[in-house]
C-alpha cells in the first residue's frame, strides 16, 4: 500500500526532503512523478531529477511574480495555469507512477490556485501502491488528515542569525534571478535581506528590519517569483 506524506513548517527542508526521497526512489528502479507549483521549472534541483532514470517532472514555466502584487486577472491567470497542472499530473500519476510529489501544492490551496477539494478527493481515491509527498507550510487541518505521514521542519538555527547570507544552491537555488531582485552583488548578498522567521506565504522569508515593506515588495516584485527557499 502506498501512503500519503506531508512535510510542513516553517524550517528549511520541506522541498529538500522530497527531492531525496525521489532520489531514493528513483535509485530503487521507481516511477517518480515530480510537480512543482509556484516555481517556473528552474529551480537547480530539477537539473538532477531530470537527469535521473525513471523521474518525470512537471511545472509550469510561465512566471506569474509575488503573489501580492498579481492583479485580479494574473490571479485568474495563475489559477487556470495550476489547475491545469494538477489535473495533467493527476492523469499521469495512474500510469504506472509509484512516488508522486506534488512541491508547494499546499502553499497552492491557500492561495485558491489550485482547488484544496480536488486535491483531496485524489488523495482519498489514488491509486492503492502510490505514494504521494506534498509540501508547504501551513496546512489546513483537512491535508493533515489525510496524510499518514506528518514531519513538521522547524526553524531553531540558521546562520543567518551569525550574519552569513543566502548561499547558492543551499538556500536559493538561481544567481541570474537573484540579480535580478537586486538582493546580489557587490551590495551584499541575499542574507542582507532574506531571513527565516518572517514568512510571506511565498516561499521567501522577509527581513523588514532592513526596509519597510512595501519597499520590499516593490524591490522583490520583478525577480521574487524564481527565488525560493527549500
Known sequence: ??????????????????????VRASGAGKSVLFT???KDG??????????LPNVKVLCCERNFGFFRSMDKETRAAARRAYTALLEETLQKSADGVALLVLDEAVAACNHGLIEEARLLDFLHHKPED????????????RLLDAADYVTEMKKRAHPFDKGVSARLGIE????????GAGLAGAGG??????????????GL??????????????????????????
Open 1 to 22: 500500500r502506498g501512503f500519503v506524506h506531508l512535510y510542513c513548517g516553517d524550517g528549511k527542508g520541506k522541498t529538500t526532503a522530497a527531492v531525496g526521497l525521489s
Open 36 to 38: 512543482q507549483f509556484l
Open 42 to 51: 528552474s529551480s537547480s534541483e530539477l537539473n538532477v531529477l531530470r537527469a
Open 130 to 141: 502510490l505514494e504521494a509527498v506534498l509540501t508547504g507550510r501551513e496546512p489546513s487541518q
Open 172 to 179: 536559493f537555488f538561481n544567481q541570474r534571478d537573484a540579480e
Open 189 to 202: 548578498g541575499l542574507g542582507d535581506h532574506v531571513m527565516p522567521g518572517q514568512h510571506d506565504g511565498d
Open 205 to 230: 522569508f522577509l527581513d523588514l528590519g532592513h526596509f519597510g515593506k512595501a519597499h520590499a515588495l516593490h524591490r522583490l516584485a520583478d525577480g521574487f517569483a524564481a527565488l525560493q527557499f527549500l
